[in-house]
């Protein structure tokens, strides 16, 4: 396998690497600001790879990606609307580009070259600030239609009432998301969500509480998802899933309520990611190749 060019967009710094068969060759990043972010990325892409030895760059973005048309569909983090960037990277970088949504990417990486390796049929719930999602069935990516598929924090907890930042109310997002337990945590007077994991490894009650609810939100999600799509695995990766064996009990617990028929069928697993967060430019590096 050649080289393959991978490029994580986060909030305020470009990551690109190159890649060989999942092995990070070379890394950079830099730092950009919205309104340059085309000339940054070509930029970048200019310096982790002046012998133009790669083909394709594959490109992560958070938000809601359309690979089909390039587009970025609505990052609101960045702020982007329908941003059509790869038909403006393109002149300028003289390769193929296949953009895609970070998530997607870091499910993909785990996939290929991570926690992911030995399944067929798996998702990616990377728990962060937000909740972002990956599906690969029958050991292909899903991107639906437009590519603004496998958004599974946007999955419906049963019973949930707290609106979401997307607009819908009862997401995942909005209840089991980083962001939505420092406001819990906040609401039971711990500073942050470190406190209230703190808390609930020394045994504290209401932490421990905190996190079961948390962890059966994530469960519920997962058996409902696994009754459409029928998954051997769910990898949990995302800043905030190294709270994992916080509220790996109550995610069991929400995912067997929610599955059907869990006595007589295999159910699936959870398990930790292990890319970290090079995840999202081994991912998506090893996609543009494989689309090339
Ligand atoms: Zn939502």
């Keep these: ?3 393959a060019l991978g490029i994580d967009i986060g909030g305020t710094k470009i990551s690109a690497a190159l890649v060989r068969y999942g092995e990070i060759v070379k890394k950079i990043e830099i730092p950009f600001v919205r309104e340059g972010i085309v000339d940054e990325l070509a930029r970048a892409i200019a310096e982790i790879d002046p012998d133009q030895s790669t083909e394709s760059v594959g490109i992560a973005c958070a938000g809601l990606i359309d690979s089909e048309r390039g587009l970025i569909t609505f990052a609101g983090n960045l702020d982007f609307e329908n941003f059509p960037l790869r038909d403006l990277l393109a002149p300028k970088i003289k390769r193929e580009i296949a953009l895609t949504n970070d998530a997607s990417a870091a499910g993909w990486g785990e996939f290929r070259y991570g926690a992911g390796k030995e399944f067929s049929h798996m998702a990616l719930l990377a728990v962060g600030t937000g909740i972002g999602g990956a599906l690969i ?4 990516l899903v991107l639906g239609a437009h590519g603004l598929g496998a958004e599974l924090g946007h999955l419906n907890v049963p019973g949930a009432n707290a609106t979401c930042p997307c607009g819908l109310v ?7 998301s980083g962001r939505a337990m420092e406001r819990k945590a906040q609401e039971l007077g711990f500073a942050h969500t470190q406190a209230l994991a703190d808390a609930a490894r020394a045994g504290d009650a209401k932490a421990r509480q905190l ?3 948390m962890g059966w939100a994530i469960g519920a999600i997962s058996g409902r998802l696994t009754n459409v799509v029928d998954l051997e695995a769910l990898i949990i990766g995302g800043g905030f899933g190294a709270t994992f064996d916080l509220w790996e009990s109550g995610a069991q617990r929400g ?4 599955i059907v ?5 295999t159910v699936p697993i959870f398990k930790r990611a ?3 967060n090079d995840a999202g430019v081994i991912g998506v590096a090893d996609f543009a190749y494989g689309k090339r």
């Design 261 to 265: 028929v869990p006595a007589l069928r």
């Design 137 to 140: 069935l029958n050991r292909s």
């Design 274 to 276: 292990q890319l970290g």
């Design 211 to 213: 996190f079961d609810e």
């Design 255 to 258: 995912l067997r309520e929610n």
């Design 1 to 3: 396998m050649a080289l």
């Design 170 to 176: 009862g997401c995942v997002e909005a209840v089991a």
